[in-house]
Structure formats: C-alpha cells, structure tokens
C-alpha cells in the first residue's frame, strides 16, 4: 500500500522545534521596529526643521501686524507704504519695519519718512504707533506730520531713540518726554517748536544726543548736563537761545557741539579741554566772549568755528599741534597778535582770520608789515 503524495510530502518534511522556528521571526520583528523608529525619528526631525524655517521666515507677529495695518489706515493708507501687505512678512518685506531676530522677534524699528500726504491735507502723528510695545527705535520725517507729539508715546516702555525731523511740529517740547526714561537718542530738530528747552529733560539719565538745531527755541539753555553721565552729541545750532552758557555743559565730554546761530553771551572757555574727545565744536554767530589765549584744545579737534563773536586775546600756539585739524573759521572777532605758524595751521587760509582786531602773519600780511603802517 502507498502512501499519498500529502502523506509523503508531510513525512519529508524537516521537523523543527518550537524555539527555533521563532528565532526568525523575532529578529524580522526588531528589525521591522528599528526601521519603523528611524523613520519615526527623521519624520520628527523633518518637522522640527520646517518649524525653524517658518520661523526664520515668518516673523511677524500677528499682533503687531495689527497695528502697523492700523497705522497704515491712519495715515490714510499712503502709496510710501504700499508694501504694507498681509501677503509678505512686515520684518521682511515691509518698508520702514524692522524685528527683533533674537529672543522677542517683534517689531522694534519703525522708519516713517517721505508720507505723501495730500497738498493741505497734513497728518498728526498716529498715535498707534505705541501699540508696538517693543519698539526701541522710531524715526519720522521728513513728512508733513502736524499737531502734537502724541502723548500714548510713553506705553513704550522700551524705548531709545526717538527722532521726529523735518516736519510741521509746532508748539512746545512736551514735558512728558522727561518721563521716558530709557531714551538714550532725542532729536526734535528741523521743525516749528518754540518756547524753552524743558530744564525736565534731566531725568532721562540715559541720555547721550540731543538734537533740536533748527527749531524756534528761546530762553537759556537749561542748566541740566551734569544728568547726562555719558553724553557724546549736542546739536542746538539755529534757534533764538540766548544767555549765558551752562556750567555743567562744560562738565559733559562731548565729540559733536554745535551751539551756533544763537544769542548766547559770555564765556564758553569751560567748553575746551586738552583732554577732551571732541571732534566738532561750531559756537558761530553769537554774542560770545572769552580769552581764547587762555584756552586748551582737543587734540581730536578736527573742526573748529567761532566765527561772527566778540571772542578776544591771541591765537595759543598749540592749535598747530592739533594733527587732524582740517577746519578752521576764527573771522569777525577781536583777536590779536601773530598767528603760529606751522602744524595744522599750515593749510588754514586767510579768510579764517579776516576782520579780526590786529592779528597779523602768513597767510595774512606779516606784523611788521602791519606796525609800520
């Protein structure tokens, strides 16, 4: 009797024990959940990697998005921001926006310059700028911004530097600039401001440049720079100050002075040093009068005018030490006696000293030329 072929294919085949037959199948198992975890693995590092990336690219924060839309419609949606678009990332793209690309990555610069406004229609500075609580800079103008500085400017309580230019401003500078504190920057120059300095600015401890040249400013100039430990620019030229120089202006090593086209009197020596950085000093068209004979300069001086004073004594010999001396303007004053030769004097023309008292020497016509006649 045979076997059927089932029987006989059942009969040859190997038998194997339990514990063998699995070993392959456990080592297909691991292996199938190594692959799956790497996989897994990269899958999650992908995404981590396209996280960074819309981060990298799409930093604006809706919020502050919101308020520059809002600003935008207050300007009355000028064509100077028609790249103020939700389509593209205000720290990107939009003109005159700047983020933090650091811990915040929040709007902390904002430029508002040349705003085409309509001819007899001008603006007041939109008051919601200040709902970009991390703005550290703002700068506006050249525009025809009118009416006040908006007084919601004090909700930011980071800022810096806050420059309002060439606009139509008018009115006093407000007292409650002095509140905010952490402003390091200040210029309010090329508008319509009159009144005084607020002697209150002496609160912003923080303070290292003022500029308000070319405003409407009267009275003294506020007796307040002793506040001001690390104080570098002063720009106070073409207003209507008048009196005397503060003291503690002389206290203050500043690189950048420029108090010309003013009606300030009396002694400015207190303004010079020997050791002094300053770079810039311009006291022109004023009323000023002081020993210059008596006075040390410098030895960074690169730009010097005191021209259109009352400003008497000689010329000190040690201005043709002053190596980076490049200009010079001492016209229209009372000095007297030979002007040093030499040093950085050699290049200073003769217009420099014209309608002085009696100074005389190269490149005017020498003393003795001078006494004999």
């Given at each position: 009797m045979h076997a059927s072929p089932?029987?006989?294919?059942?009969?040859?085949?190997?038998?194997?024990?339990p514990h063998f037959s699995s070993q392959p199948k456990i080592k297909t198992t691991l292996t199938t959940i190594i692959m799956h975890s790497s996989t897994i693995f990269q899958f999650c590092f992908l995404l981590q990697l396209v996280a960074i990336a819309l981060c990298a690219t799409q930093q604006c924060h809706p919020e502050d998005q919101k308020a520059l839309l809002q600003i935008k419609k207050d300007l009355n949606n000028p064509t100077a921001l028609s790249s103020w678009k939700t389509t593209a990332d205000c720290?990107?793209?939009?003109?005159?926006?700047?983020c933090d690309r650091g811990k915040t990555h929040r709007v902390n610069f904002l430029n508002l310059d040349h705003i085409d406004m309509k001819p007899g229609h001008p603006l007041s500075i939109p008051s919601s700028i200040a709902t970009l609580p991390y703005l550290n800079t703002i700068q506006l103008g050249p525009a025809n911004f009118t009416g006040p500085i908006p007084r919601s400017l004090l909700n930011l309580t980071n800022l810096k530097d806050l420059s309002i230019t060439s606009t139509l401003l008018s009115g006093t500078i407000p007292e409650f600039l002095s509140q905010i504190t952490t402003l390091t920057d200040l210029s309010l120059s090329f508008n319509n401001l009159s009144g005084e300095i607020p002697a209150s600015l002496s609160r912003l401890s923080h303070l290292q440049s003022l500029d308000l040249q070319s405003n409407s400013l009267s009275g003294p100039i506020p007796d307040i720079f002793d506040s001001f430990p690390n104080f570098s620019f002063l720009w106070l030229s073409s207003n209507q100050l008048s009196g005397k120089i503060p003291k503690s202006m002389g206290n203050i090593n500043v690189t950048y002075l420029y108090l010309d086209n003013n009606k300030l009197e009396g002694d400015a020596s207190m303004l010079f040093g020997s050791k002094k950085d300053t770079w810039t000093i311009n006291l022109a068209r004023n009323k000023l009068a002081f020993d210059l004979g008596k006075v040390e300069f410098s030895n960074n001086l690169q730009i010097l005018d005191l021209s259109h004073n009352q400003i008497y004594g000689n010329i000190p010999q040690q201005l043709t030490t002053v190596r980076d001396l490049t200009s010079m303007d001492l016209s229209y004053n009372n000095l007297c006696g030979k002007i040093p030769g030499g040093g950085a004097l050699s290049n200073i023309v003769a217009s420099a000293y014209a309608h002085n008292k009696c100074l005389c020497g190269s490149p005017l016509p020498s003393c003795t030329r001078r006494r004999s006649s």
């Open positions: 089932i029987q006989t294919s059942t009969i040859n085949k190997p038998v194997r024990s720290c990107r793209h939009w003109k005159g926006v700047s």
